[in-house]
């Protein structure tokens, strides 16, 4: 089988850093998967001409959703599918298989563990007088991982095509799920403390009686009055009252 | 502001927005990350990082799974940034407030995106749906165009509602502080009962626990 060139995976994997540009309620990031796929699709018998690629191009495009940086496994493995001559029906119950799976592992490796723990170290980094190294350091504790899940998704989901699961059973994978959240947890908790003391620190004791009300109101209501109000609206509600109270 | 960093800060707003979901996704539109820059482009990083530093907290609350509604900070914080530099603590207070208004303005923006997204999708299924690759193209670059749309409108907003909130203070002096002191509060509470489940079970909380007691420990020791 004559694969694609290195160039498509390039174009490839540039197209998915776009993957959610037309993000809508039908079918959800199915159109930038279509347009991810297209480049390693063009190297099917027959070319872009192809009843193949053209058949393949309308698969690609239909219903997808999954976490944006594990998208390029399905995209490497459906692209794989269809080089691989597996029968349309199958192609799309691969498709519709993988939606879960990358949802959820994406969603707990990056969503809830990679971005809290990289954003915890920069508050912690914040607490320096070096104003921006924070900032350096959440860019970078994110996107190193960040980047390598998006080349190893597109990689893996090629080679393995149809036997995509075996990459999601990747050990350094399970490691890193089993750790990241905790990790995340925990820097959390050593980035809170400094951070008060930091933006607080300096003030006197009825300022941080106003801390402690202002905790304890988002614990009490976000926690038991109304967990769906999030803390963005608790935040609004409580600038209003304080405003008004300054006012009186 | 002279007119060339207001463009600059404007085009900065539009490239966090679209960060957020359209492109990249490197998490320039975080808070901290955003309010940094921003206020660097201002001539003063310190006050962008301390009002960034806030809105991180309570960015922490966001877990953005599948297509789940959540605020947009990268404006926000740019907005933010513009009451926060040169205005002391009630320029960070009041930072914070312009920031979680226009972060909510912006998940109420997203959502608009989303239904026009759809409505282009449904006129261009015919060419989806035969799998031609300039349809695809087409529907694919206008939703990065929407959503550069979108960051725009919010980040002039944002910078709008800044300058207001700059020359008409609700609150200063006694009352700005202890406004900052009750939003840090919400912001580290919000932190807290996010990180508490992050791991599951109870190990989240023990983690969180172990975290703080290290991080009391580094300031008693500092």
């Known amino acids: 089988m004559a694969g694609p060139p290195v160039t498509a995976f390039v174009r490839a994997g540039l197209r998915l850093l776009t993957v959610q540009a037309c993000f809508n309620h039908e079918r959800m990031i199915g159109v930038g998967v279509g347009y991810a796929t297209e480049p390693l699709l063009r190297a099917l018998p027959d070319g872009v001409t192809g009843d193949r690629y053209r058949n393949a191009m309308r698969r690609a495009s239909t219903y997808f959703n999954a976490h944006p940086y594990l998208v390029g496994l399905a995209v490497g493995a459906l692209a794989r599918a269809e080089h691989d001559d597996v029968p349309g029906p199958q192609v799309e119950r691969l498709r519709t298989a993988l939606v879960s799976p990358l949802g959820a592992l994406g969603d707990r490796l990056v969503w809830a563990g990679t971005l809290p723990a990289a954003s915890a170290v920069g508050l912690v980094l914040s607490t320096d007088a070096r104003a921006g190294l924070g900032a350096i350091a959440m860019l970078g504790l994110y996107n190193g991982p960040h980047l390598l899940l998006r080349v190893w998704g597109l990689l893996a989901g090629w080679r393995y095509g149809t036997r995509v699961g075996r990459a999601l059973a990747n050990p350094l994978l399970r490691l890193a799920l089993r750790v990241v959240g905790p990790v995340a947890a925990l820097a959390i908790g050593i980035a809170l403390p400094l951070v008060a003391a930091h933006l607080v620190g300096a003030f006197d004791l009825a300022v941080w009686a106003g801390v402690a009300t202002g905790a304890a109101l988002a614990a009490g209501v976000l926690k038991w009055v109304a967990p769906t109000l999030g803390a963005v609206r608790l935040g609004l509600i409580a600038t209003a009252v304080v405003v008004l109270g300054a006012a009186w | ?222």
């Open chain 2, 1 to 222: 502001m002279s007119g060339g960093v207001l463009a600059v800060l404007v085009a900065w707003g539009v490239v966090t927005g679209v960060d957020l979901v359209s492109f990249l996704q490197a998490m320039v539109a975080r808070p901290l990350v955003a309010a940094t820059v921003a206020g660097a482009i201002l001539g003063d990083p310190g006050a962008g990082v301390l009002v960034g530093m806030v809105l991180e907290l309570f960015a922490l609350e966001v877990l953005p799974v599948g297509g789940a509604r959540y605020p947009d900070y990268g404006p926000a914080a740019t907005a933010a940034s513009v009451v926060a530099v040169g205005g002391g603590v009630a320029g960070v207070a009041l930072g914070v407030v312009v920031g979680l208004a226009v972060a909510h303005l912006g998940e109420w923006s997203v959502v608009v995106l989303r239904r026009w997204n759809t409505r282009r999708v449904r006129d261009a299924a015919p060419g989806l749906d035969a799998g031609d690759l300039h349809t695809i193209q087409r529907v694919q670059l206008a939703g990065i165009a929407r959503d550069a749309l979108r960051a725009l409108v919010l980040t002039l907003g944002g910078i709008g509602l800044a300058a207001a909130a700059r020359r008409w203070p609700p609150v200063e002096g006694r009352a700005a502080l202890l406004l900052l002191a009750v939003l840090v509060g919400i912001a580290l509470a919000t932190a807290a009962m996010n990180g508490k489940r992050l791991a599951p079970g109870r190990t989240g909380f023990a983690w969180l626990t172990v975290g703080l007691t290290g991080g009391i420990a580094w300031l008693a020791l500092r």
